[in-house]
């Protein structure tokens, strides 16, 4: 067992809600949902009993908190005691990654990060852009995540490394009219033509996240008329209403796993595509460890 995984628990535990867990943890509320799930899968035995106000330790999940509880005071009674160089000469680094990435990249970071900066403590901070951008100018962050319809930074003053350039693609129910209209290009590989888009239903993210900035840009640029019957805060529920509605939205390549009820095509011939960067403050401190974060994220890429 993880110390990390007993801090979530004991931080559940103490909350008696997820929600206000994970604002406490600095991650999403799905992310620490979707781990009390997966964990309590391994264990075999449920944790905590929901209820529509919070949660309550089942039985045998008390039991397990009070071993976590043993566990964490005799760490924090070792530590100081053996290690206080290590702990003082660590590097501590704060990155964040928006919260609906996070479930994905953040455990493939941390691990990968282990074995090749051992010296450097991170902290990864889920939220959504905007606040992202908002704790890196408050100090709270080194560094974040970002996706752009450009592969230059759109923040002049801040040090931008490219990451690699992501699809797009366009979120197609079942028995959707659209489905009769999709093409092969001269690999054989599924796309809808653009001007096809035009006219139809929308479920599309708010304001407040990437993809629907950019799937504003996009419809702009391509005078593409359209209605938008609903607006959702995370790409997963976006998916469903796409099956409740009969509409279509726009998802990253990546996310096409959440919802395997949906089929997902290329836009146009060409694709499209928006760009991944790391983006921080110019600093000599950035420049020691920025390199080695940077090309753990572009290997997650590849």
């Known amino acids: ?163 690699c350039s992501e699809e797009i693609k366009i979120a197609v129910p079942p028995g959707h009219d659209l489905e009769h209209r999709v093409r092969r290009s001269p690999a054989n590989e599924p796309y809808v033509a653009i001007s096809d888009l035009k006219g139809l239903d929308y479920c599309l993210c708010t304001n407040d996240r990437n993809i629907r900035l950019f799937s504003d840009e996009f419809l702009k640029n391509h005078n593409i008329p359209h209605n938008i019957i609903s607006t959702s805060s995370n790409i997963a529920t976006a998916l469903n209403s796409c099956l409740a509605f009969n509409a279509l939205t726009f998802v990253p390549k990546k996310f096409a796993y959440i919802n395997s009820g949906l089929a997902y095509f290329s836009i146009g011939r060409k694709k499209i595509y928006w760009h991944l960067q790391i983006l921080s403050k110019q600093d000599l401190q950035t420049a020691v460890y920025y390199d080695g974060i940077t090309k753990i994220f572009r290997n997650y890429y590849l």
């Open 1 to 163: 067992m993880y110390l990390k995984e007993f801090r979530y628990l004991l931080t559940i535990a103490a909350e008696g809600n997820i929600t206000k867990a994970a604002d406490r943890l600095y991650i999403s509320q799905p992310s620490l949902s979707h781990f009390l799930t997966e964990y309590e899968k391994d264990m075999g035995f449920e944790i905590f009993t929901r209820f529509h106000f919070g949660v309550k330790p089942t039985a045998q999940g008390e039991h397990l908190l009070q071993i976590a509880r043993r566990t964490m005071e005799e760490i924090d009674a070792l530590v100081p005691k053996h290690t206080p160089a290590l702990i003082q000469d660590c590097l501590k680094v704060n990155i964040g990654i928006p919260d609906q990435r996070a479930m994905m990249l953040t455990p493939y970071f941390l691990s990968h990060a282990k074995r090749e900066l051992p010296q450097i403590k991170f902290h990864i901070i889920e939220d959504t852009p905007k606040k992202l951008m908002e704790r890196l100018n408050e100090d709270c962050c080194d560094l974040f995540i970002a996706a752009s319809t450009t592969k230059d930074s759109l923040y002049p003053e801040l040090k931008c490394s490219f990451l």
